[in-house]
């Protein structure tokens, strides 16, 4: 009896141990939950303001950064122009000085309605498509309509800008007929002063090219005479053949 009584005294106890144990554990899960829940509650209890600050804050980082964006581009485009401008000033430099120290002269072919720049190794730097004047064979007397051959020289380059020209066709004075320039040439060797005027020039009509079309003078394309005035100076050689 009793030992009876002694199990019963131990069954008592470890169940109320148990239940101690029980309850200390639930209170423990339902610690742990708190936070969590609390945390929720407060991001749910944000107020209109702040939700409106936040709002604020991001559109204020994002106009921050396109702009930084923008004058990263902008600066990166203007140190692209300005080594662009140090690049052409540079050429134009080089240019002169070859041009100053007759380092080019000019080869037209006449057979092959082609202007050749060249330098002082004979390399061909630039050509052009060009007209001749309208008859063929060597050029004997003003008004024959021939392009001399023969070598010459650059004697002046004017303005030719404001020129106009009477072509005898009826039209009267043609506005613009020697482009913007005009590479005067120096015949008075060959002509023994008979015949003169001969030149390089632009024109009122860039889409006849390659033909026989002038009166005796070589014709380029505006932009193209353009170009070849910055390689040219007074002196430079002109050699012209058939």
């Known amino acids: 009896m009793k030992k009876e009584r002694t199990m019963a005294k131990v069954t008592v106890l470890l169940m109320a141990l148990l239940l101690l144990f029980s309850s200390l554990l639930i209170a423990g899960c339902e610690e742990e939950k708190k936070p969590a829940n609390k945390a929720a509650v407060t991001e749910t209890k944000k107020t209109p303001e702040q939700l409106a600050t936040e709002k604020k804050a991001r559109e204020e980082a994002e106009i921050k950064a396109r702009a930084e964006a923008e004058k990263k581009a902008k600066d990166e485009a203007e ?104 590479i005067s040439i120096n015949t008075d060797e060959m002509s023994k002063g008979a015949w003169g005027g001969i030149g390089i020039h632009g024109t009122h009509k860039p889409h006849v090219m390659r033909a026989m079309d002038s009166e005796g003078c070589i014709r380029l394309q505006n932009r193209n005479v353009e170009e070849l005035k910055k390689y040219v100076r007074v002196g430079t050689k002109v050699v012209i053949e058939e």
């Open 79 to 182: 140190k692209a122009k300005k080594a662009e401008q140090l690049r052409a000033e540079q050429e134009q430099a080089r240019i002169k000085q070859n041009a100053d120290q007759k380092k080019y002269f000019v080869y037209i072919k006449k057979s092959a309605f082609t202007l050749y720049l060249m330098d002082d190794k004979n390399n061909v730097v630039k050509q052009y498509d060009c007209t001749i004047g309208k008859n063929p064979g060597q050029k004997q007397k003003r008004g024959d309509m021939k392009t001399p051959t023969g070598t010459f020289y650059v004697d002046e380059i004017c303005d030719a800008s404001f020129w106009t020209h009477d072509f005898g066709d009826g039209k009267g004075e043609i506005k613009g007929a020697y482009g913007p320039w005009f």
